[in-house]
T-cell receptor
Framework: GAGVSQSPRYKVTKRGQDVALRCDPI?????LYWYRQALGQGPEFLTY????????KSGLPNDRFSAERPEGSISTLTIQRTEQRDSAMYRC???????????????FGPGTRLTVL | GQNIDQPTEMTATEGAIVQINCTYQ??????LFWYQQHAGEAPTFLSY????GLEEKGRFSSFLSRSKGYSYLLLKELQMKDSASYLC???????????FGAGTRLAVHP
C-alpha cells in the first residue's frame, strides 16, 4: 500500500482512561516497530514485532503499556489507566526484512498525538 | 549501554555546506543511520553506514569512523527545504532496535 498509516492522528483523553492506537504497516513488511517521541527529541524505542511475534518489548515504560499484532499485519498499542506523563507522539514504523542480521530501513508513519488531561 | 550525542541546533546559509556530527557508544556495532525529520512530519531515511569512510548520495554524504565512534552528515548546496531535524541512530544489539539521538535542528537562512 501507500505508506505506514496510523489512527487516530490525534487523541485527547482523560487521566485514567484506556487508549488504543492503531498502526497499519506497508503491505508486505515483516517488521513493525513502536516508538514514542517527545517534542524536540528523537524517537524512543518501545517494542517491535516480526510477523505476529513480539521480539523485543524492553522499551515499554511499565505494565500499563502493551502491544499486539495478532495476524502479522495491523498492530495496536494499548495504554491502560493513562497518566499525564503518557502525553507524547506515538509513532509506528515498518521494515521489509524480518531478520535480525541485516540492515532494515524503517519507514515511519505520521504518528498519533496523544494528550492526557 | 547506548549513548548518542549530536549538537542541538545549527544554522547555515543557503548554498553553503554544513557538517552535522554524531558520536556514539554502542554495545556491539551494526551500523549508523541518519534520518531527516521536518517539523510536524515523520522521520525519513537518509543514509546507512556500516564500513568506515564516506558514502555520497547526491547533495548528502555520510561519513563513519568506527574506531572513533564518530559519524557526520554533510549537506552541500544547502536549500531552504533542508531546514529540518537530523537524527543520528544506531542499532542496539541486532538491527531492529534503533536508538536515536535527540536530533540536530538545522535552520537554513537566505
Amino acid at each position: 500500500g501507500a505508506g505506514v498509516s496510523q489512527s487516530p492522528r490525534y487523541k485527547v483523553t482523560k487521566r485514567g482512561q484506556d487508549v488504543a492506537l492503531r498502526c497499519d504497516p506497508i503491505s508486505g513488511h515483516v517488521s513493525l516497530y513502536w516508538y514514542r517521541q517527545a517534542l524536540g527529541q528523537g524517537p524512543e524505542f518501545l517494542t517491535y514485532f516480526n510477523y505476529e511475534a513480539q521480539q523485543d518489548k524492553s522499551g515499554l515504560p511499565n505494565d500499563r503499556f502493551s502491544a499486539e499484532r495478532p495476524e502479522g499485519s495491523i498492530s495496536t498499542l494499548t495504554i491502560q489507566r493513562t497518566e499525564q506523563r503518557d502525553s507524547a507522539m506515538y509513532r509506528c514504523a515498518s521494515s521489509l526484512a524480518g531478520g535480525d542480521e541485516a540492515y532494515n530501513e524503517q519507514f515511519f508513519g505520521p504518528g498519533t498525538r496523544l494528550t492526557v488531561l | 549501554g547506548q549513548n548518542i550525542d549530536q549538537p542541538t541546533e545549527m544554522t547555515a546559509t543557503e548554498g553553503a555546506i554544513v557538517q552535522i556530527n554524531c558520536t556514539y557508544q554502542t554495545s556491539g556495532f551494526n551500523g549508523l543511520f541518519w534520518y531527516q525529520q521536518h517539523a510536524g512530519e515523520a522521520p525519513t531515511f537518509l543514509s546507512y553506514n556500516v564500513l568506515d569512510g564516506l558514502e555520497e548520495k547526491g547533495r548528502f554524504s555520510s561519513f563513519l569512523s568506527r574506531s572513533k565512534g564518530y559519524s557526520y552528515l554533510l549537506l552541500k548546496e544547502l536549500q531552504m527545504k533542508d531546514s529540518a531535524s537530523y537524527l543520528c541512530a544506531a542499532p542496539s544489539g541486532g538491527y531492529n532496535k534503533l536508538i536515536f539521538g535527540a536530533g540536530t535542528r538545522l535552520a537554513v537562512h537566505p
